[in-house]
């Protein structure tokens, strides 16, 4: 048996990014949003490294 996937939009996902910044607890954030915690962990570091790239690319 599989396991269906959730397709999320990318509005959702940086949101999800932003609100994990300013929260202490991921685990509670990660109940509230319905996903794994560890997703959040792998969206905030693709996140930092897309604005760091996005930064590289300023200067």
């Given amino acids: 048996m599989s396991i269906e996937r959730k397709a999320f939009p990318k509005e959702f996902k ?3 990014v932003e ?3 300013t929260r202490n607890d991921l685990t509670v954030l990660a109940k509230e949003l319905d996903f794994p915690r560890s997703l ?3 969206r905030r570091k ?3 490294q ?3 790239k996005e930064k590289r ?3």
């Fill in 46 to 48: 693709e996140y930092s």
């Fill in 14 to 16: 940086v949101l999800s």
């Fill in 40 to 42: 959040l962990y792998r």
């Fill in 57 to 59: 690319q300023l200067i």
């Fill in 19 to 21: 609100r994990s910044i």
């Fill in 50 to 52: 897309s604005i760091s």
